[in-house]
């Protein structure tokens, strides 16, 4: 016994010494994918003291700098100094390094910083197919056998109706293997946004899938779910549900999850969804293939035409059910944002909503979609009219305060309340919001907000990690994701953003597949487990990889020289650090300074109102 005791004393006393060691050193959270060469730069440092060096590759300090005074960032509970490094141009891998001790050594300085995690973001959905094989060639060591490949799909009694349907193809929702019209909403409108944004960036951006015709990739991937929604509508206009199982299979592959697949239930909520992205899905597609534009159009007029005899069909998991519900008891929100959709496709005015100045939940969430409605009218004034300066006011006001918190704390919008279930996605819409508040009025502030959560979610945060797998220094390994568990791959799916810190705790129990405890000092923002018990903080899900993917791919187009066709002048930047100090230098502070334009897929300098090529001749 007194020699065990020993055995296990000696190495207590050496953890005790590290922790004591360790806790004098300062901690620095940075974006773990890297910064953008003429992006502005900012980590964040926990325990600091002092100035802060940042050394190249061969040793030399090529930064030295004083960290802002520090704040409490409340969802932690830590004081944290933010250390501005944006003068630090130069592509590279460098150290941080404060006192003499090397912080950390994996910052990053690229250009095209987020070209591969947008691809990944977006080639993570065709991991999800259902119905089909995923072969190597396209899917390397994660190719699997199809799932879910029986078309046939028995219509449930909560459908109001029975016998059979064909419904095959979509994207599984999450780390389950249902397909939910309401949560694909949001996703699929989501991807068409950043599609109809940057069309000429996304017309040749690829990330190896099958092709589809001609379509670029994001079509051809968005098409497979679309192709899948449109299975869902009944011939009076109705929208199904969902497709499921009767309960959540096991931790198995798709192609093994035999039981008996069933179309349930119907709801307002799930037809005006499919009205809103078809309508959408319309305009995005109709310069490919006029003829599957017009059924997306005529399949949006009957499901709103539904929606309007059924106002008030709320969807409940019937007796015998127990996969995801996506219950919504609101259902007007769903409402405005199909009647708006509808509207600029088709300029038809009874289906004109007006926008309400007071609405105040506007960052959109699966069950909130009045803010894609004024993300709508924001960015259609020709169509639109008044209501597309009501949406602008509606997006600053807000913005504004988002901008404001993320100059404090951990530099990044997220308050305490924010951490709820999908932590992530919160950040994530908070960013597409701040775009689309970018686009609209130019100004910088909007853009380096946007930006900041990008930072947050690939490592700038208390977790000191970056939630989408395969990417960072270190990110998650054993997601919620049943495909990831059963495959025998050691690394999960890549480019999966997780759920992401809250402390809900819903996960936790005595159970054998139950968390234990991991809700670190009950804090929200390091209420998390890297492990597959943990579908509160660990799982993925279609409409959190949207936004962040919206975001990435967004911040890539807008760099390469892309700006969305309504956004105000001088909202694209230059495309590599070569043309970088043309916009730099300038920005907001001298009037008559030279700036990079882009038009008409042309680059030019603008000077006292004349242009010019890059080479400094006159354009005519
Ligand atoms: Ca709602």
Not at 172 to 176: K, L, P, Q
Not at 566 to 571: K, Q, T
């Given at each position: 016994m007194v020699t065990f005791g020993l055995k296990q004393y000696i190495p207590i006393v050496a953890t005790v010494f590290s922790l004591a060691s360790a806790a004098t050193a300062a901690t620095a959270y940075i974006n773990q994918v890297g910064y953008r060469t003429t992006d502005p730069k900012e980590f964040a440092l926990v325990d600091g003291n002092g100035d802060v060096e940042i050394v190249d590759a061969a040793g030399q300090t090529v930064l030295k700098t004083t960290p802002k005074a520090a704040s409490k960032w409340?969802?932690?509970g830590q004081d944290v100094q933010l250390v501005d490094?944006?003068?630090?141009?130069?592509p590279g891998t460098y150290s941080i390094k404060q006192g003499g001790q090397v912080?950390?050594?994996d910052l990053k300085i690229a250009d095209k910083v987020f070209e591969d995690v947008t691809k990944a973001s977006l080639k993570w959905y065709y991991y999800q197919r259902a119905s089909m094989a995923l072969e190597e060639q396209y899917a390397g060591q994660w190719k699997r056998d199809a799932g879910h490949a029986n078309p046939t799909v028995k219509l449930h009694n909560s459908t109001g109706a029975s016998g059979t349907i064909n419904s095959s193809k979509g994207w599984?929702?999450?780390?389950?293997y249902g397909r939910y019209i309401v949560n694909s909403g949001i996703t699929t409108y989501t991807l068409l946004s950043l599609y109809e944004h940057f069309p000429d960036y996304f017309k040749t951006l690829k990330w190896n899938?099958?092709?589809?015709?001609?379509?670029p990739d994001l079509l051809a991937e968005i098409k497979y779910n679309l192709d899948w929604m449109l299975t869902?509508?009944?011939?009076?206009?109705m929208v199904y549900h969902k497709v499921t199982t009767l309960a959540f299979p096991g931790d198995v592959m798709p192609a093994k999850d035999t039981e008996p697949l069933y179309v349930i239930g119907k709801g307002t909520a799930a037809a005006f969804d499919f009205a809103g992205v078809m309508a959408a899905a319309y305009r995005v597609y109709k310069p490919f293939d006029a003829a599957y534009a017009t059924k997306c159009l005529e399949a949006a007029k009957k499901a709103y035409a539904w929606g309007e005899k059924n106002p008030s069909v709320a969807f409940n998991n019937p007796m015998g059910v127990s996969t995801g519900t996506y219950s919504d008891g609101k259902l007007d929100d769903e409402k405005v944002f199909a009647g708006m959709e509808l509207f600029i496709s088709?300029?038809?005015?009874?289906?004109k909503p007006t926008l309400n100045?007071?609405?105040?939940?506007?960052?959109?969430a699966w069950p909130e979609m009045y803010g894609l409605a004024v993300y709508a009218a924001a960015t259609h004034a020709t169509e639109v009219g008044a209501d597309a300066a009501t949406a602008k006011t509606m997006l600053i006001d807000i913005a504004n305060e988002f901008v404001y918190e993320s100059l404090?704390?951990?530099?990044?919008?997220?308050?305490?309340?924010?951490?709820?279930?999908?932590s992530n996605s919160v950040a994530g819409n908070q960013g597409v919001f701040l775009l689309y508040t970018y686009y609209v009025t130019g100004e910088q502030k909007y853009y380096e907000a946007a930006k900041k959560v990008m930072d947050y979610l690939l490592g700038k945060n208390p977790l000191d990690?970056?939630?989408?797998?395969?990417?960072?220094?270190?990110?998650?390994?054993?997601?919620?994701h049943r495909p990831s568990t059963a495959d025998?791959?050691?690394?999960?799916?890549?480019g999966m953003i997780v759920g992401g810190p809250q402390?809900?705790?819903?996960?936790?129990?005595?159970?054998?597949?139950e968390c234990k405890d991991y809700r670190t000092g009950k804090m929200p923002a390091t209420?998390?487990?890297?492990?597959?018990?943990?579908?509160?903080?660990?799982e993925v899900a279609i409409n959190w990889n949207a936004p962040f993917a919206y975001i990435a791919g967004a911040l890539e187009a807008l760099n390469a020289g892309y700006a969305p066709s309504?956004?105000?002048?001088?909202?694209a930047k230059g495309g590599t650090s070569a043309l970088k100090p043309v916009v730099s230098k300038n920005r907001g502070t001298v009037e008559n300074a030279p700036r990079l334009r882009f038009a008409d897929q042309k680059v030019f300098i603008e000077k006292n109102g004349k242009r010019f090529d890059l080479k400094g001749h006159l354009i005519k």
């Open positions: 409340n969802p932690s490094f944006s003068e630090l141009k130069t912080l950390r050594n599984y929702d999450a780390g389950d899938i099958p092709a589809e015709g001609t379509l869902m509508q009944a011939e009076d206009g088709t300029g038809e005015a009874s289906y100045a007071n609405e105040s939940s506007i960052v959109p404090k704390g951990f530099g990044v919008v997220m308050s305490q309340t924010d951490f709820v279930w999908g990690m970056s939630f989408v797998t395969g990417f960072g220094t270190k990110s998650p390994m054993l997601p919620h025998g791959v050691t690394e999960p799916v890549p402390p809900g705790g819903e996960d936790i129990g005595t159970k054998s597949w209420s998390y487990i890297d492990d597959r018990c943990s579908y509160a903080t660990n309504f956004a105000v002048e001088g909202v």
